[in-house]
Nanobody
Framework: QVQLVESGGGLVQAGGSLRLSCVAS????????MGWFRQAPGKEREFVAT????????YYADSVKGRFTISRDNAKNAVYLQMNSLKPEDTAVYYC?????????????????WGQGTQVTVSS
């Protein structure tokens, strides 16, 4: 089992920045590819970004490319999502996720563990 706890969400004006954090416990962190997803009210959960185990390979949704950066600190069992130039359409609950065997980078079914989510609200 892996437990994931997100933090760092909040209310920010359009154009602002937030940094989300996710701390993992329970199993060796370096076994897992780590991802961020988000879900807005009435919408399906959508892929945001993923970092491979080593942190060397990262992937982004087109909607956040160039604005968001995923990073991980294996020594701290943590993954981060730096979000810049935020837009109202970024408003959602953001979820941290972990995948042992990443069959599909953007497919939620590829991820084995999920955090409880943190709310991000971007006002216009």
């Amino acid at each position: 089992q892996v437990q994931l706890v997100e933090s760092g969400g909040g209310l920010v004006q359009a154009g602002g920045s937030l940094r989300l954090s996710c701390v993992a416990s329970g199993r060796t962190f370096t076994y897992y590819n780590m991802g961020w997803f988000r879900q807005a009210p009435g919408k399906e959960r959508e892929f945001v970004a993923t970092s491979r185990r080593s942190g060397g390979n990262t992937y982004y949704a087109d909607s956040v490319k160039g604005r968001f950066t995923i990073s991980r600190d294996n020594a701290k069992n943590a993954v981060y999502l730096q979000m810049n130039s935020l837009k109202p359409e970024d408003t959602a609950v953001y979820y941290c996720s972990a995948s042992r065997v990443l069959a599909g980078v953007s497919d939620p079914r590829s991820y084995d563990y999920w955090g409880q989510g943190t709310q991000v609200t971007v006002s216009s």
